[in-house]
């Protein structure tokens, strides 16, 4: 089967389990702060990415990755949501009336990106369709395409020339995404 897009649970899966990709010995390991970090941590960590790339993005990627914070802040509202409810950290010491207001506000923005899903999910499917198409004939036109017949929904997804950057093997990315999406 050839993807026309990244699924909301192919991209659930990539979030429960991103820490199993093999670590990139070129990136360097940052410090988001987590729960106490500064709001833009992320963004600027993003932004550089992006800044450094000697080639830019395309809509395509930028949607993808979208989603897939999206996914994730959906992934943390319900995380944050059952710690409300449970009296967990950092509501633990938090009295019951404050505890049910953020569990609803959780939820509330559980249901924010649920219903934005569906939308951007179609924008992505519109977006992914024509890319696809051009690395499916990039890839059938390689001269080593028959050896490469396993990799192939890898080659879709991850290029030869960010792995070759991350300093990762398609066989790294290949047995992830097989394992995960």
């Not at 990139?24 to 702060?33: A, I, R, T």
């Not at 404050?98 to 924010?112: C, K, L, Q, S």
């Not at 997804?157 to 066989?171: G, I, N």
Request: aromatic content about 6%; overall charge negative.
């Amino acid at each position: 089967m050839i993807p026309d897009s990244v699924s909301h649970q192919a991209l659930a899966a990539l979030i429960a389990n991103s820490d199993k990709l093999p670590a990139s010995p070129v990136l360097p390991s940052l410090e988001f702060g987590a729960d106490a970090g500064a709001p833009c941590n992320l963004q600027i960590a993003i932004l550089a990415l992006i800044q450094q790339s000697r080639s830019g993005v395309n809509l395509c990627q930028l949607v993808t990755a979208l989603l897939f914070l999206l996914y994730n802040a959906e992934s943390s509202f319900q995380q944050w949501h059952q710690r409300a409810v449970n009296g967990e950290p950092p509501f633990d010491h938090d009295d019951l009336q404050d505890r049910e207001a953020t569990a609803m506000a959780m939820a509330e923005f559980v249901a924010v990106a649920k219903a934005i899903a569906p939308a951007l999910e179609d924008l992505n499917r519109a977006l992914v369709g024509p890319l696809v198409a051009r690395r499916i004939q990039q890839i059938g036109q390689r001269p080593e395409a028959e050896e490469q017949q396993g990799h192939f929904y890898s080659q879709l997804l991850v290029s030869d020339e960010l792995l070759d950057d991350l300093s990762l093997t398609r066989d790294d990315v290949t047995q992830f995404l097989s394992a995960h999406i």
